[in-house]
């Protein structure tokens, strides 16, 4: 069973920085997709960005392009957003997820298999 944690949440003020980081248990992460999704209150889970098995290969959402940027360091089992000009409609839930199916980078939730419980940013203005 794959776990994933994710960390990096907190509350910050709109224009603000912040990183998030998801540790996955299994070694054979690195040759699997990861993405971070997001879902804010009342809203559906949104696709935000992912990342193919090399890290060659990045896909996010129009509305974060520019400011996030996902990554990830194989050999510790971690994945990354970095996430830049931070708004308040960025405020959600984010959730880290891998797939058992590809290696290939995304958006579709369908596409992966494991999600973590998730890490509240709160983006205040």
């Known amino acids: 069973q794959v776990e994933l944690v994710e960390s990096g949440g907190r509350l910050v003020q709109a224009g603000d920085s912040l990183r998030l980081s998801c540790a996955a248990s299994?070694?054979?992460?690195?040759?699997?997709?990861m993405a971070w999704f997001r879902q804010a209150p009342g809203k559906e889970r949104e696709f935000v960005a992912s990342?193919?098995?090399?890290?060659?290969?990045?896909k996010y959402v129009d509305s974060v392009k520019g400011r996030f940027t996902i990554s990830r360091d194989n050999a510790k089992n971690m994945v990354y957003l970095q996430m830049t000009s931070l708004r308040p409609e960025d405020t959600a839930v984010y959730y880290c997820s891998q797939s058992r199916q590809s290696g290939s980078a995304n958006y579709r939730w369908s596409h992966y298999d494991y999600w973590g419980q998730g890490t509240q940013v709160t983006v205040s203005s």
């Open positions: 299994e070694p054979s992460f690195s040759a699997y997709a």
């Open positions: 990342i193919s098995w090399s890290g060659d290969d990045t």
